[in-house]
């Protein structure tokens, strides 16, 4: 079974930065796409960013992140990467990863971001 642990989140003052983690087993991540994506209260879940297969050469990002995330993989650990800058506060979710597709399923914790004075 797919399995994602999501790591690296914390509170951090509005323009911080954070370097999000998501270690997945039970699957050969280097020939998947992959994405993250938020939760903020009172919100659904939305995708935040996408990365392709293998070589990891194409990615994409929703509206409100261009600019200021990067998303990046290393095969070799099984693990995909957020690094987040210039964070605001409307940028506080609980920050997830998983393959993307129409339903989206095994769910990891994910990690809380925090954007706050």
């Known amino acids: 079974q797919v399995q994602f642990v999501e790591s690296g989140g914390g509170l951090v003052h509005p323009g911080g930065s954070l370097r999000l983690s998501c270690v997945v087993s039970?699957?050969?991540?280097?020939?998947?796409?992959m994405g993250w994506y938020r939760q903020a209260p009172g919100k659904q879940r939305e995708l935040v960013a996408t990365?392709?297969?293998?070589?990891?050469?194409?990615?994409n990002y929703a509206d409100f992140v261009k600019g200021r995330f990067t998303m990046s993989r290393d095969n070799a650990k099984n693990t995909v990467y957020l690094q987040m800058n210039n964070l605001e506060p409307e940028d506080t979710a609980v920050y997830f990863c998983?393959?993307?597709?129409?339903?989206?399923?095994?769910w990891g914790q994910g990690t809380q971001v925090t954007v706050s004075q």
């Open positions: 998983n393959i993307p597709s129409d339903d989206p399923s095994n």
């Open positions: 039970g699957v050969i991540v280097r020939v998947l796409p």
């Open positions: 990365i392709s297969a293998v070589s990891g050469s194409s990615t």
